[in-house]
């Protein structure tokens, strides 16, 4: 018996700002949406595809998102030019704290969800 994987994961949004997500989270970080069961569509929200996985974009109202350091971290290549593509964005980049065999850099997406960007040292 064992954990194979991560499927999903879950951020939050408030209620209302799916538009605003996906620009920022299909045009911003590109990420592909994906298909949304029919069975849960009437709960607002979205999902985008990741790797082998996905996120789900939930929505929910009353919640301090700038508050917390819970987080997802998106792996990428060329992290300094995704710190460039978001700074170029007026997207403030946070430095994290080091990991060794990684760099890595945090921002908050327009919702207050922290997100980091981390790419393997070579």
């Known amino acids: 018996m064992e954990i194979v994987g991560l499927h999903h994961a879950q951020i939050c949004i408030p209620v209302g700002a799916e538009d605003e997500a996906r620009r920022f989270y299909t045009g911003v970080l590109r990420l592909r949406e994906a298909p949304k069961p029919d069975s849960l569509a009437g709960r607002g929200g979205f999902w985008l595809e990741v790797g082998g996985g996905q996120v789900h974009v939930g929505t929910e109202d009353g919640v301090e998102r700038s508050a917390t350091k819970a987080h997802l971290a998106y792996e990428v290549t060329d992290l ?22 990684y760099r890595r850099f945090e921002f908050r997406d327009p919702f207050g969800n922290r997100v980091e960007l981390i790419e393997a040292q070579t």
């Not at 300094?80 to 065999?101: Q, T």
Request: hydrophobic content about 30%; glycine content about 14%; aromatic content about 4%.
């Open 80 to 101: 300094d030019a995704w710190r460039r593509h978001l700074s170029d964005r007026g997207i403030e980049v946070e430095k994290g704290v080091p990991i060794p065999g």
